[in-house]
């Protein structure tokens, strides 16, 4: 079995070696221009040319959770694509949400502002009931999210594309429950994979139906903002601030105003991170699954765009 390795931003070689001692005996190699045709495909935003020189790939593995960039390009007709299920970024990107929900929650922006300041003065609690989070997308990741948050005790509701029953979350679905999932929000994560659909979904019209005061969580993809949108609210006092993990353009240009602007935070995508050795362990156990033709979670449905 031969295997190609064809990720961009990313140092091939603990990879390659990873692979080697998860499989042994198939050949895993770096993919090079004129490479021999493999079986499977290790991938993170190839060139469209490595999927035309490998028209025999059976599976194409995507070591992110994410494969809006993978369906921009065209693998060939008979591969099966799939995803990372968490491999370790669910508990990141529950922390990442339960740090940006409680600090802007218990106002830990504003004392950090005061330090400044040498500005002893505490403010009055808020309470809980007050700061319901709505998570877009009960995934893999939105369900491990709303789970962290419910142990900090704040009222948590998702919403997803089909209807979901989780303990302690109030839950929504589909386009006719979205209106009532916003207007019982005042923080909102969103968590939903970039498609047709989602795209723009964090829209003037759409954020203007939050709670006053409303926070906007987006550790997803930039181009589920619409970023003037965002700005404008905020400015106009409905929205309180932002944290921003993802962005139309990365990195986050210089002059872009989201980095100066003083209620919205911005790091630079890094809320939940490809994990090399679960990732590894884990498309090891799926390409060994698929040999034996047994199923395999994490497959993507092109139609869906997930
Ligand atoms: P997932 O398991 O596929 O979950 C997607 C969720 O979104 C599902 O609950 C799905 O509903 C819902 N959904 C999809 N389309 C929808 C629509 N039109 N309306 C309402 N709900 C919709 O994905 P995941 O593993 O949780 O990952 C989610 C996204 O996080 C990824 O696609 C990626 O873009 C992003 N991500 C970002 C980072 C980062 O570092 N910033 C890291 C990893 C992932 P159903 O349950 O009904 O299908
Ligand atoms: C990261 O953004 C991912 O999709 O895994």
Do not use: D, I, Q
């Given at each position: 079995m031969r295997i190609s390795f064809c990720c961009s931003h990313t140092r091939a070689e603990p990879w390659l070696e990873g692979f080697r001692q998860a499989l042994p005996g198939a050949d895993i190699e770096l993919w090079q221009p004129g490479a021999p045709a493999a079986d499977h495909a290790v991938v993170w935003a190839p060139p469209q040319q490595f999927f035309d020189e490998q028209p025999r790939l059976k599976g194409v593995f995507n070591i992110g959770a994410g494969v809006d960039a993978l369906l921009k390009l065209k693998p060939p007709a008979g591969a099966t694509l799939v995803r990372i299920e968490d491999g370790g970024m669910a508990v990141q990107m529950a922390e990442f949400v339960a740090h940006a929900v409680v600090r802007h929650f218990r106002e830990l922006d504003v004392y950090d502002r005061e330090q400044a300041n040498a500005h002893w003065e505490f403010r009055r609690p808020r309470v809980r009931k007050d700061y319901p989070v709505g998570v877009m997308g009960l995934g893999v990741l939105g369900e491990r999210v709303a789970q962290g948050l419910l142990h900090f005790e704040f009222p948590v509701r998702g919403w997803s594309r089909s209807p979901k029953q989780l303990a302690g979350v109030e839950c929504f679905a589909g386009a006719e429950q979205f209106d009532a999932f916003l207007r019982g929000s005042r923080f909102l994560v969103c968590l939903l994979p970039l498609t047709p659909e989602t795209a723009g979904i964090l829209n003037r019209e759409n954020l203007s139906r939050?709670?006053?005061g409303g926070y906007v969580i987006n550790v997803?993809?930039?181009?589920?903002?619409v970023e003037d949108d965002l700005i404008a609210l905020i400015d106009g006092g409905h929205l309180a601030g932002a944290t921003l993990d993802v962005f139309r353009t990365e990195p986050l240009p210089p002059e872009d105003p989201f980095w100066r602007h003083p209620k919205i935070t911005v790091t630079p995508h890094t809320s939940a991170r490809t994990m090399r050795d679960e990732t590894i362990a884990q498309i090891a156990g799926k390409i060994r699954a698929f040999e034996r033709g047994e199923p395999i979670a994490g497959v993507v449905d092109a139609r869906r765009g997930y």
């Open positions: 939050l709670l006053p997803a993809r930039g181009a589920h903002l």
